[in-house]
């Protein structure tokens, strides 16, 4: 029998177009889109957002740091909390990344609709389509973690020629009229920066991505940390910018229509090439987006059940060492998410799906956090070398942000995002009970065998059939 080949890793370069390649995907591409409602204001809730994922990408590097293994937050919080809060955070985390990959999917379409007129106005089509980047992408990724990394390097390099035209070169030429009325939402400030500040936070979902195949990563101690630090702070710094220049050169009302808002912001700007540019661009960012979550979405469940914590199914890789079969149930819920929200419009679709997916991923950000709080003092030799004080500090500050990205997610995401993490429940209990039920067996089947021995064989030397006299005294 011959042995599987040995997996190769993912180094700094590939690590850190996994986190910007997540991260820079189909969020601030549509998300001007999304934030059109709420007027320049959303720029406010982009710094405080930029600043939350800071915090928690220094949570995260520290993490990486101290334990470097497969899972990402789900590894810290079953560390730090044990098997119940592990499975929750696997569990939000999960549904997540297949409830994400819908959202990228169907901003993909958008951005082809550019070329695709037809994409825009037959939903079927558009449906089709957006399932068959899914699964053309699933099959890339079962063939090896390596040849998706590669995919998500250049991608990410392509990514970012649109994304820095418009944020920079379309600075010169914003309109002052363009903005709006500050807060055009109606609601009070602190009401319509924290209902922004909700949808913001998914462009920034991703910057945990190194984290997760930590045992696929070269040298995941120092590469990781480094991955995820300086992939945040140079990904915030490209989304303000951008929608700094979207929001002055595309009128409010046309954005909040807009499928392709940064697209036509550059035709506002440099004329219908660049559109065309920008427009192309934001489809292959998509699709390399899409790409990258998707090799996450097997790695979680995987961790998961490696530890008895998810189906034992979801434990099994391919050749290359993929995790297929959490690789292709996901990819068929992200798609059965598609197809249940299609005769809806891109931009619903797209801001719906980014608010439910953005819910389970704070809540496992949030265990992440308190997780580092426990081990810090529960474990302090694997921090050695850090500053205590100052990583509880931010981990506080990280788990404070997370609350709050959690009640601007609205009631109705944040009531039904909480019956889909109670619908993980049961399956814990049947996990459990499996377990436990597999365990008796196993004890059965081993007296079982020693009373088999015992008749066969008769006593052990250890164990006489009866006691010898004792030796009498001369």
Known sequence: MSAKPARRKLGLWMATALVVGNMIGSGVFLLPSSLAAYGPISLVAWGFTAAGAILLALVFARMARAYPRT????????????????????????????????????????????????????????????????????????????????????????????????????????????????????????GAVTAAAALTLWSFIGLES??????????????????????????????????????GLVPAAALAASTAPFADAADAAFGGWA??????????????????????????????????????????????????????????LA?????????????????????????????????????????????????????????????VLAFGYSVWAIGGAGYEVVYKGTLLIFAGMPVYAWLKYRAQLTQSQVVEAEVEAAVDDAELYGPTPDQPDKPEPPIQAA
């Open 71 to 190: 899972g990402g937050p789900y590894a810290y919080a079953r560390r730090a909390f044990g098997d119940f809060v592990g499975f929750q955070t696997a569990w939000g985390y999960w549904i997540a990344v297949w409830a994400g990959n819908a959202a990228i999917a169907v901003a993909f379409v958008g951005y082809l609709a550019h070329f695709w007129p037809a994409l825009g106005d037959d939903k079927i089509l558009a449906a089709g389509v957006g399932l068959a980047a899914i699964w053309l992408l699933t099959g890339v990724n079962a063939y090896g973690v390596r040849e998706s990394g590669a995919v998500q390097v250049v991608t990410t390099v392509i990514k970012l020629v649109p994304l820095l035209l418009i944020a920079v070169g379309g600075l010169f030429f914003v309109k002052s009229g363009n903005f709006g009325d500050f807060n055009a939402s109606g609601d009070s400030a602190f």
């Open 335 to 395: 798609s059965g998410l598609m197809l249940m929200n299609y005769n809806a419009s891109l931009v619903d679709q797209f801001t719906f799906i980014i608010l439910l997916a953005t819910l389970t991923t704070v809540i496992p950000y949030a265990y992440a956090a308190v997780a580092e709080l426990v081990l810090l003092a529960t474990d302090r030799a694997a921090f050695s070398g850090g500053r205590l004080a100052r990583d509880a500090v931010i981990a």
């Open 275 to 332: 559109a065309d540019l920008v427009a192309a661009g934001a489809a292959i960012s998509a699709f390399g987006a899409l790409n990258g979550w998707i090799l996450l979405q097997g790695q979680v469940p995987f961790a998961a059940a490696r530890d008895g914590l998810f189906p034992r199914g979801f434990a099994r890789t391919g050749r290359g060492g993929t995790p297929i079969v959490g690789l292709v149930v996901s990819s068929v």
């Open 210 to 247: 190194a984290t997760v195949p930590a045992e696929d990563v070269q040298d995941p101690e120092k590469t990781i940390p480094r991955a995820t630090v300086a992939g945040t702070a140079v990904t915030a710094l490209i989304y303000i910018l951008g929608t700094v220049a979207v929001l």
